[in-house]
């Protein structure tokens, strides 16, 4: 039986992406991603990949990584949930990391690790970890074709794509700067992770290693991962909504006081709480490499994407008015759970998969 409760190594993460984080990234400055032009947050990210080593989390030490895992990288996800960090992590340190380590790359790799460059991977943020990705046509002229909405691509270095090849999916590698490759941003509810339309035109690409192992290998990971970031904004908007039922007096008493206040809360504090077990089972899962690292993902997107998006709700409304405003940070935490709910396929989705994994009759 595993351990799911954080060990020292992961408390003290925790502890210091959380200072930077608080220190660098308040709401207040979160919500400037929605202004023209945007808050410009490349310089937290330098901070949390290359002084931190968060970057690396997942690459082996022989690359220059830390030689970490999916727990640890789970425990960054918590905090840049609960922060709304616009960090390119899940993009770059967790997708596109794990999609090149899976398909032999080692240059890239390596410099990822060392948070020198950024990378995406160039599939749509929607696609499901069992979807089948069947990557764009090259010829001699080069890549050519679409991707819409490529979570990190805007800020990317390196892109990360799926190629139609002679033998299979291929991965390969193409340069953000190279002659034939255009990136649209698109407008998105959430816009602390930037989503973008990548355009191939000619472009020239270095071919990396096999690609459909290694694109369901990072998808997988990533779902697993997503479920802590949306515990991370679900801890946040609970924690916070119960702090204000305490202290916000309507009638001459605590809003918390009042029966029906108390139900909403203690109803979502079992969600949550229930939504940690199974994000941190995922993580564990992935991490271990365990035969139902699978459903464990599947079951946390499951639960984890509705628990998140339903604490953001009930955020925005216990705290009344206030919740409301452009000013006060609840907006923020309800725009990246809806956001999340739809990433990495739906929770419909995720439960029919289940029914598949455990064998379940279609009725």
Not at 70 to 99: D, K, N
Not at 149 to 161: F, I, K, R
Request: hydrophobic content about 45%; aromatic content about 6%; proline content about 4%.
């Amino acid at each position: 039986m595993s351990d799911l409760l954080y060990s020292d190594t992961e408390d003290a993460l925790r502890d210091s992406v959380r200072q930077l984080f608080a220190d660098r990234c308040s709401p207040e400055a979160v919500t400037r991603c929605y202004d023209a032009p945007p808050q410009d947050f490349s310089g937290v990210w330098r901070t949390l990949a290359a002084e931190l080593g968060v970057a690396g989390l997942l690459v082996p030490e022989s690359l220059g990584g830390a030689g970490a895992g999916a727990r640890e990288a789970a425990v960054v996800m918590e905090e840049i949930g609960r922060a709304v960090a616009p960090v390119p992590f899940l993009s770059s340190a967790v997708l596109a990391t794990v999609a090149l380590l899976r398909a032999g790359d080692t240059e890239t790799v390596a410099e990822l690790a060392s948070g020198q460059v950024t990378a995406a991977l160039v599939v749509p943020l929607s696609t499901a970890p069992w979807d089948e990705v069947t990557g764009l046509a090259i010829s001699g002229a080069g890549l050519s074709g679409q991707v819409t909405s490529v979570a990190g691509a805007a800020e990317a270095d390196v892109l990360v794509v799926p190629v139609a090849g002679a033998n299979g999916l291929e991965l390969h590698t193409v340069s953000r700067a190279d002659n034939g490759v255009e990136i649209s941003p698109k407008l998105a509810l959430d816009m602390t992770r930037p989503l973008a339309d990548v355009h191939f035109s000619g472009a020239p690409s270095t071919a990396v290693g096999a690609g459909a192992e290694a694109m369901a290998a990072a998808l997988h990971t990533g779902a697993a991962l997503l479920a802590s970031e949306q515990l991370g904004l679900a801890q946040w908007c609970f924690d916070t909504t119960l702090a204000y039922a305490k202290e916000r007096k309507q009638f001459g008493r605590a809003i918390g006081s009042y029966q029906a206040i108390k139900h909403r809360l203690s109803d979502l504090w079992f969600e949550v709480s229930s939504a940690t077990s199974a994000a941190r089972y995922a993580a564990d899962a992935s991490a271990r490499g365990d035969d139902d690292a699978a459903i464990a993902a599947s079951l946390a997107q499951a639960y984890c994407s509705g628990v998140a998006v339903h604490a953001a709700e009930e955020c925005v409304q216990l705290h009344g008015g206030i919740g409301m405003t452009w000013e006060y940070p609840a907006h923020l935490f309800l725009k990246r759970a809806k956001s999340d709910q739809l990433a990495f396929g739906t929770a419909y989705r995720h439960r029919s998969r289940l029914g598949e994994l455990v064998d379940l009759p279609v009725t």
